[in-house]
């Protein structure tokens, strides 16, 4: 290992944290083995039934630690506004500070991991490299699959190399003494008292969004929560599209989704390449190429099954990791709205024997499995291409039961930009917070970009005006009903008929309707052949509730006070005056 500046900050860090042993992982099987066998002597980990779950492993996490903690979670910037109103801000000296001392001496009795990561296809110009130390098995575990980790990635860092420093320890798991730091000045993570993936796992929402975020910016590249994904028409050309959703509005499924019998029929296939972070850059061509930084899938497991992600149900059939499902007698995993029937019992998310019909949940709303992209049936063959995939469009969307049609496109880059920065979403009943509720999630970036969101958008409308062709902007909504309360659209498979027509107008193969929004399909040129559904519902703009919604956009938007850019007012206002023309 020659990288001196790597080596002092491990002996530094060491210092601090006191473990009784440094392990610098080298990525291998025979490694991963060891881990493994350490962890279930331990009781950190079980494994899993091997006939029926070949090399997977089954953890629980703390019961106080099951999902991300976003008001724990601070950008620590010399100066606030930089974090913005979109971010929790600390000092970097008081974040230092108070951090160090949950530190200081909390490896005592462990080991600490050293792991050398790179997100992205090694030496590729888009892949960046991070270090994460750790106390935990489990998180190395997870990041061995999540990213690309081991001695390759320091042979490429070289000498001087420069990384991302993620330093990482569970201490003692406790919510009082738990923060998650970004400290971008410095290009330095510090997360401690989680066990969690969100918040330990700091290649993912850490590294490769919040400070890839603001890399992004002053590089003039784009670091995005968004799917990538193939699709296949049937003369063989693949058009990729890149997604962005928030959290729990169907992401993996979309990026996997297999084609319904009819567009099968005609030749349509899938290829993934994420289901979570996009990282995008113009290339010399002038169009937009995109990469997924991660090597694995950390889904939620509530949900998923054979019908709505058959590709997904594949891919954790081995060498998974799962976070507090429900563990069967024998010594497999079951979850609400899983494969199979019910079981008639079992040990919970918490540890404790469990029935069903008792209302007590089997599994956490947010449990998790951790799988190999390369198990995923549907996985691209450009996965490890270092220029990655080039965009023809870029979707937006989030569950809305009313406001927004099934699909509607952009009038031109900057108003894209616009119905990026106005995307809502309603709340689950997985999520706290009053359900139905509707919350502001710009680009779904709100919980993940690493400074103000004004200028954030600001960079969104220089990188229009870098590409020669950029691609065209969506906006999707799966999740339209009735007065009744029922669904509109069947979602799903069918889903990948609002991407035909996606695909067919960036090839300006379709007439579209101009609305006030934006533009709409004509009934005729979206292929439902076999739906029995409520089209004019689903395409029907609500003239008076859009009028509304523009009220809440600008409040939203005051919130930046005279950092957002003119242009989206520009946009705003010119969408309040074509909504009252109409
Ligand atoms: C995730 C999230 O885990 O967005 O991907 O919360
Ligand atoms: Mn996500």
Known sequence: MRNKPLLSWVEEMAKMCQPDKIHWCDGSVEEKERLEEEAIKTGELIRLNQEKLPGCLFHRTDPSDVARTEDLTFICTSDKDSAGPNNNWMSPEEGYRKAREIF??????RTMYVMPFSMGPVGSPFAKIGVQLTDSIYVVLNMRIMTRMGTHVLDNLGEWGEFTKCLHGKADVNPNRRLILHFPEDNTIWSVGSGYGGNALLGKKCLSLRLASTIAKKEGWLAEHMLIMGIEDPSGNIDYIAAAFPSACGKTNLAMLIPPEGLKKKGYRIWTVGDDIAWMQVDSDGNLWAINPEAGF?????????????????????????????????????????????????????????????????????????????NCPSISHRIEHHHGVPISAIVFGGKRSHLTPLVYEALNWEHGVYMGAIMASERTAAQYGKL??????????????????????????????????????????????????????????????????????????????????????????????????????????????????????????????SRLPQILWDEHNALCNRLKME
């Open 298 to 374: 950390f889904g939620v497991a509530p949900g998923t099954n054979s019908l709505t992600n058959p590709n997904a149900m594949t891919a954790i059939q081995k060498d998974t990791i799962y976070t507090n499902v429900l563990l069967k007698p024998d010594g497999t995993v079951w979850w609400e709205d899983g494969d199979g029937a019910v079981p008639e019992e079992g040990i919970d998310w918490l540890g404790n024997p469990w029935k069903p019909g008792t209302g007590v949940q089997a599994a956490h709303p947010n449990s998790r499995f951790t799988a190999p992209i390369t």
């Open 436 to 561: 139905g509720e509707v919350r502001r999630d710009p680009m779904a970036m709100l919980p993940f970009c690493g400074y103000n969101m004004a200028d954030y958008f600001s960079h969104w409308l220089d990188m229009g005006k870098k590409m020669t062709n950029p691609p065209k902007i969506f906006n999707v909504n799966w999740f339209k009903r009735d007065d009744n309360g029922k669904f509109l659209w069947p979602g799903y498979g069918e889903n990948l008929r609002v991407l035909e027509w996606i695909i067919a107008r960036c090839k300006g193969d379709v007439e579209a309707k101009k609305t006030a929004i934006g533009y709409l399909p004509m009934p005729e040129s979206l292929d439902l052949n076999g739906l029995d559904l409520e089209l004019e519902k689903l395409l029907e703009i609500n003239q008076q509730d859009w009028i509304e919604e523009t009220k809440a956009v600008s409040e939203f938007f005051s919130t930046f006070g």
């Open 104 to 109: 200081a001496g909390s490896m005592t009795g």
